[in-house]
Structures are given as C-alpha cells and as structure tokens.
C-alpha cells in the first residue's frame, strides 16, 4: 500500500499543479497517486522532449505548473538537458531532480544545471511532503521576517553584497536537499559555511 503524504491543511496542493518526467512508468505512477491524493493535479512526460513540450503548452494555455519532478536518466533528452533548456527559456517553475543515485554523484550538476532541489530514488513521504511544503507553502506576509544587512548603506559594498545575496539561492536548495534526504553531514558542512560568512556580509541573526 502506497502511503499518502502527511500534509496539513495548511499545506494542502488543492490547486497545485505538477508535472512528473521520468521514463519509469512505476516511478510515475506512484508518484502521481501520492500527488493526486493531496488533491494535486497532475500531468507526466516520458523524456526531456516531452516534458519540454507539456511546460511550454501549460505556459502558452496560461496554465502553468507549479511544481516539476524531473529524473536524470532518460531516453532522447536526459534530466540535465531538459533543465538547461527550460532555463535557457526563462521558465522559472521549481524543479526537483529524482535519482536512485548518490546526492554526492549528481547534486552539484543538477543545481548547475538550474534545478531547485534533489530528492533521492526511492521517494520517501517524508522527505517528499518537506519538499513540497519547502516549495508550495503559501507564507501570509506579515509571518515573514526580512532580513536586511547591516552593509547596505556601504555603496563601495553593495557588488559583494548582490553577489552573496545571489548565491544564497544554491545555499537553500542545497540545504533543503539535505533535510529532505537526511543527510546530516552535509546539512552540517552547509550550516557551518552559513554561519562563517553571514555576520560579514552583515547578517549577524543568521549566526
């Protein structure tokens, strides 16, 4: 028996749309039963080329998805091709790369290639439902504390500043990975970094 997600109702995916890429035809369809339970809906492509094609429909019907789940190894266009090319498009929609592989082997290529997150084969609920809660999540404005540097008024500063603050993009998905995935070293080795160069560019609370 496939295990639903364990997800509130504020973290419902009434709503939420999704698309799944993988050639696994087992991959999918569990998948696909976990989301539609969360009440998501959801549509799947078989390679690159074809989820390509259903992101590219989906934005031209103005209905866009909210969410990708892409694999790496696949016929005719594999996982990191098909990012590269979505991002060479400026389509923005996150996306989770799948793999029966070590984070280790793929998750620096995946996130180069313009992935958001890297979820580790077999899918585990738990690890899905903090994704998906990390990405869906809708956040009511006044529960959102936004940091600001205390470097700010330095105008000689601000280039270091804006390229941090860039970086800082890789430095969440890398760790939402890690939680995902339960890799405690790496969350670790992310936090440590973290905390060292965050109170220089001005950002004492991160410490």
Request: aromatic share 6%; net charge negative; glycine share 4%.
């Amino acid at each position: 028996m496939i295990q639903q997600l364990p997800l509130t109702s504020t973290t419902s995916l009434a709503g939420k749309r999704m698309l799944v890429i993988d050639d696994d035809v087992s991959m999918r369809e569990m998948l696909g039963y976990m989301l539609h339970h969360a009440d998501a809906r959801v549509d799947y492509g078989s390679h690159g080329d074809e989820g390509i094609y259903r992101l590219q429909y989906a934005i031209d019907t103005h209905k866009p998805y909210d969410l990708i789940f892409i694999a790496i190894r696949m016929p005719r266009m594999d996982g990191f091709a098909a990012i590269r090319a979505l991002r060479e498009k400026a389509i923005t929609t996150p996306i989770i790369v799948m793999s029966a592989s070590d984070p280790d082997d793929h998750l620096h290529e995946a996130l180069m290639a313009g992935a958001n997150a890297y979820i580790q084969k077999p899918l585990a609920v738990h690890q899905l439902s903090v994704l998906l809660t990390s990405f869906l999540l809708d956040h009511p404005c006044n529960e959102v504390e936004c940091l600001v540097s205390t470097m700010i008024d330095d105008v000689s500063f601000r280039p270091l500043l804006k390229n941090y603050i860039a970086n800082l993009h890789d430095v969440a998905a890398n760790i939402i990975s890690a939680m995902a995935n339960h890799d405690k070293n790496m969350l670790l080795s992310i936090c440590h970094q973290l905390r060292g160069g965050a109170a220089s560019y001005g950002f004492p609370s991160i410490t």
